[in-house]
């Protein structure tokens, strides 16, 4: 049975990026959209990535690029597969940084909220 992807996420300086782990061949993202064009990194295994209906077969490493306001969905065609949507937010503020503690190494000062005038969130 399929299953959804495993997901982490990062938001550090308008740079937004998932982490999507498909622990098993089948497993999904499910389809969405976004208002920007952004990139899926492709880092190990390989992925059928369906856009309004039209599938494509994409093999690591790959860099695959998404057209805005295109509902996409991906589909691992082999165990462990990861790949990562990396967007940039693009607008006139810096929105706040979110940032999963286990990605923090050591002797890294991540900052509470509100601290030099950039909120972070530790999730």
């Not at 098993?24 to 992925?47: I, K, P, R, Y």
């Not at 693009?90 to 909220?113: A, M, W």
Request: aromatic share 4%.
């Amino acid at each position: 049975m399929a299953n959804e992807a495993k997901i982490k996420l990062a938001m550090v300086s308008n740079l937004w990026i998932k982490l999507m782990t498909f622990e098993h061949a089948g497993d999904t993202n499910q389809g969405h959209e976004h208002e920007f064009d952004h990139v899926t990194l492709l880092t190990n295994g390989s992925l059928e990535v369906d856009v309004n209906g039209i599938k494509s077969t994409f093999t690591a490493p790959q860099i695959i690029y998404i057209e805005k306001k295109k509902i996409h969905t991906m589909t691992a065609l082999e165990d462990n597969t990861t790949a990562s949507c990396v967007v940039a937010i693009r607008n006139s503020e810096r929105l706040e940084d979110i940032v999963d503690p286990e990605s923090v190494p050591k002797g890294t000062n991540v900052r509470g909220p509100v601290a030099d005038g950039v909120n972070v969130t530790i999730v």
